[in-house]
């Protein structure tokens, strides 16, 4: 028996016990890019979801521990019925599967995201960050650094010259100086559209909170209105942005003097920190990981990448490099080198 098999077996086997259905049967709910998978069962005709985060490459507690805070909160995350961290699984509730992203149009954004606005400042005002990492200097070099790595050298086949790593790093140094500017709140990391439901009750749905970290408070904003997977023309999320900053001061989060040009700023380049990371991880998930679906999403935010970037003069250059390393080629086919 492979070990897939073996944990399959494993997942199945403590599934019918920790519901008492000697005949559940269980079915692909969804996976992320992690190594944590979702499995949908149901007990008495109800759905039920059992999450598999093997410990040993997704510990499951900080999911448990970041759920709880949330829920404190009054954020609509799913409630755990029965866990066993030790083999990391998990029986939780079944928010459903309407997620953002299919949902989202014209006709539905300004609802659906005053929803998850609701749901951002509420999290960033009530939400305890005691003990949360912290997303500071290193983290976020560490980030951005995956995409010299990742896309350049290993998709693209580049290798960067001198002068070429002075452009890089005088870029990730504006950012890095613009995100250390910024009040810092809870920080959901990954606030966007494949992470959010629409329900009944308490809409969204929050889910993918593990890697939960403390840090600026433009940067789930960005997440979210600046999301990987879908895009929205740029004055319409500058408008949203605006009125944000306007529920931020009103909450007292935000110091009276940050003004709309600055706090612009802010979001622009904590969304570019985070599309800078993305270009390069997009990239492991497909080499490292055997992901190769995630490279169909690399030219969008691309685009977010040389739009944000040549807005501000201190970090367009960057722009310019990544632009001519790529040349003419198609950012979706993989280099088999």
């Known amino acids: 028996m492979t070990v897939s098999n073996d944990r399959s077996a494993a997942r199945l086997t403590w599934a019918r016990h920790a519901t008492g259905q000697a005949t559940l049967v269980l079915e692909p709910a969804s996976a992320d890019?992690?190594?944590?998978?979702?499995?949908?069962?149901?007990?008495?005709?109800?759905?039920?979801?059992?999450?598999?985060?093997?410990?040993?490459?997704?510990?499951?507690?900080?999911?448990?521990?970041?759920?709880?805070?949330?829920?404190?909160?009054?954020?609509?995350?799913?409630?755990?019925?029965?866990?066993?961290?030790?083999?990391?699984?998990?029986?939780?509730?079944?928010?459903?599967?309407?997620?953002?992203?299919?949902?989202?149009?014209d006709a539905t954004v300004d609802a659906l995201y005053?929803?998850?606005?609701?749901?951002?400042?509420?999290?960033?005002?009530?939400v305890d960050t005691s003990g949360l990492p912290s997303f500071d200097h290193a983290w976020q070099t560490m980030e951005m650094e995956i995409m010299p790595?990742?896309?350049?050298?290993?998709?693209?086949?580049?290798?960067?010259?001198?002068?070429?790593?002075?452009?890089?790093?005088?870029?990730?140094?504006?950012?890095?100086?613009?995100?250390?500017?910024?009040?810092?709140?809870?920080?959901h990391r990954d606030y966007h559209s494949r992470n959010l439901l629409v329900t009944t009750e308490r809409s969204p749905g929050i889910i993918d909170f593990q890697g939960a970290m403390s840090g600026p408070i433009t940067y789930d904003l960005a997440s979210l209105l600046r999301d990987a997977y879908i895009v929205w023309d740029n004055e319409r999320v500058?408008?949203?942005?605006?009125?944000?900053?306007?529920?931020?001061?009103?909450?007292?989060?935000?110091?009276?003097?940050?003004?709309?040009?600055?706090?612009?700023?802010?979001?622009?380049?904590?969304?570019?920190?985070?599309?800078?990371?993305?270009?390069?991880?997009?990239?492991?998930?497909?080499?490292?990981?055997?992901?190769?679906?995630?490279l169909d999403d690399l030219p969008r935010v691309l685009r977010y990448v040389l739009d944000t970037a040549r807005r501000h003069a201190d970090v367009a250059p960057l722009a310019d490099l990544i632009e001519a390393k790529i040349g003419g080629r198609d950012l979706r086919q993989a280099n088999p080198a």
């Open 33 to 105: 890019a992690s190594f944590r998978s979702y499995w949908r069962g149901y007990v008495d005709g109800q759905p039920v979801i059992v999450m598999d985060s093997p410990p040993e490459k997704e510990n499951p507690a900080p999911w448990v521990e970041i759920g709880k805070r949330l829920a404190d909160a009054g954020l609509h995350v799913p409630t755990v019925m029965v866990a066993d961290l030790a083999q990391g699984f998990l029986l939780i509730e079944d928010l459903g599967t309407r997620t953002y992203l299919p949902e989202l149009g």
């Open 114 to 126: 005053g929803n998850a606005l609701d749901a951002l400042l509420r999290m960033q005002s009530h």
């Open 149 to 187: 790595t990742w896309l350049l050298e290993r998709h693209l086949g580049v290798t960067l010259a001198c002068e070429e790593w002075d452009v890089v790093e005088g870029a990730f140094t504006a950012i890095l100086r613009t995100l250390a500017e910024q009040p810092r709140a809870f920080m």
């Open 238 to 294: 500058e408008g949203w942005v605006e009125a944000y900053r306007l529920r931020l001061l009103d909450a007292r989060l935000l110091d009276e003097t940050v003004d709309t040009d600055r706090f612009r700023r802010w979001f622009d380049l904590a969304g570019l920190q985070r599309h800078i990371k993305i270009l390069g991880l997009f990239c492991r998930l497909c080499y490292r990981d055997g992901k190769p679906g995630y």
